[in-house]
């Protein structure tokens, strides 16, 4: 049976990237990742902290010429709705920054990630699942669906919303299903895009448009279950006139690319996020809708904070269950972001006049006081840093209005 450090379960974005941080730290690492031999047509935003993540992994620069830069970010309220919010816009440049982020298409990131991992020497890459995880003793015990074992001082758990690994840590998760199905599909457009992203609300969630690599977009369209199978069934030119008419022409002519796919919406969060030799990240961890740019943001800062604690275990000589330790560090961010998409998402949903004139009163105020503004980009790119910088911003706003 095979001995390692660490052992990652689950091969998607969060599953490979945490194998690779952990393995570029000189941890022994098996990734154990089956495939299901679908091809994910959905795109990822990664915002200013994970690019620098990526970095220090030396993975980005192979992934940045399949990204496109995120230097615009608007919002529209398209609901119809009585209490009509005023669109929002962010410039990156408010904050110092060319670009928010990037947004880059989960097939070849997943692709690059692979042909990464594959270089490195203290990676073991099993293309099997994990069928049962016995974690009473000081080492984890990892038997496979292909009749193998492996033993690992820490679990990192990345197999997703129904983590198997989560069950057999004694973890549960709170997890309810939303009234929506996220359509997702790439499509052409004659129109620059300028690398300005859009998300218009609408009465059934969002409808988000993102930069690709020239002048093509990936787009993310909430709407009802029964809507999604219709629009899945419409034909080519009658689907492009639709998401045209949804973009308000503004990309100019829409052509959609190898058709769409659709994904149930649900959200779920962990009870807690670690327990002994087990550290959850990503699905496993937290589910919600893809409403504004956090998914993979939230899970590569699980990644940061379960590599540090395990560094720090290293260099002590302790041993590398850090789940407990984990489940504290994690707790304030991954529920603070979890609530603020579920009420964010909700809001969208509600036709209670009270809830709609919230809504618009915070999107007015975010649109109007620079202060809000100011700290709505910062912690939309990197928790805590709009609160940290926040005293510099006041000092230059106080000498600009006394010039």
Do not use: C
């Amino acid at each position: 049976m095979a001995v390692f450090d660490v052992a990652v379960a689950g091969g998607g974005l969060a599953g490979q990237i945490a194998a690779l941080a952990f393995a570029r730290n000189g941890f022994s690492t098996v990734l154990i990742a089956p495939d299901d031999g679908r091809t994910d047509q959905r795109t990822t935003a990664l915002m200013d902290h994970s690019l620098g993540f990526l970095t220090s992994l030396g993975i980005w620069d192979r992934v940045r010429p399949e990204a496109a830069a995120l230097s615009t970010m608007q919002i529209i309220d398209a609901t119809e709705r009585l209490l009509h919010a005023p669109p929002v816009t962010f410039r990156a440049s408010e904050i110092g920054l060319e670009a928010f982020g990037y947004n880059i298409p989960n097939a070849p990131f997943l692709a690059i990630l692979s042909a990464a991992l594959g270089e490195l020497p203290n990676v073991t890459m099993l293309t099997t699942s994990v069928e049962r995880a016995d974690l009473s003793s000081e080492l984890a015990m990892l038997h496979l669906a292909d009749g193998t074992d492996v033993a690992a001082g820490l679990v990192i758990a990345a197999d997703g919303r129904k983590s198997l690994i989560r069950d057999a840590a004694g973890i549960d998760a709170k997890s309810h299903a939303y009234p929506q199905t996220a359509v997702v599909l790439n499509f052409a457009h004659d129109r620059p895009h300028h690398n300005v992203s859009t998300e218009f609300h609408t009465r059934t969630g969002p409808f988000t448009q993102v930069p690709l690599p020239g002048q093509r977009s990936s787009l993310v369209w909430v709407v009802k279950p029964e809507e999604a199978v219709e629009i899945l069934q419409l034909p080519a030119d009658v689907l492009n006139r639709r998401v045209e008419d949804r973009m308000q022409s503004i990309l100019g002519r829409v052509t959609v690319e190898g058709g769409a796919q659709a994904w149930p919406l649900s959200a779920a969060t962990a009870t807690r996020f670690g327990k002994g030799q087990v550290a959850l990240i990503g699905e496993a961890a937290h589910v919600f809708p893809p409403i504004g740019a956090q998914g993979l943001n939230l899970s590569l800062r699980d990644i940061e904070s379960a590599l540090e604690l395990a560094l720090v275990a290293r260099k002590t000589g302790a041993r590398l269950a850090i789940g407990d330790a984990y489940d504290r560090k994690r707790r304030a961010d991954i529920w603070s972001r979890t609530a603020a998409i579920d009420l964010l998402n909700r809001s969208l949903l509600s036709g209670f006049l009270p809830v709609q004139m919230l809504r618009a009163v915070g999107m007015h105020m975010l649109s109007a006081v620079p202060p809000l503004r100011y700290l709505a980009m910062h912690e939309g790119v990197a928790p805590g840093r709009g609160f940290s910088s926040f005293p510099d911003f006041l000092r230059k706003e106080i000498r600009r209005k006394h010039a």
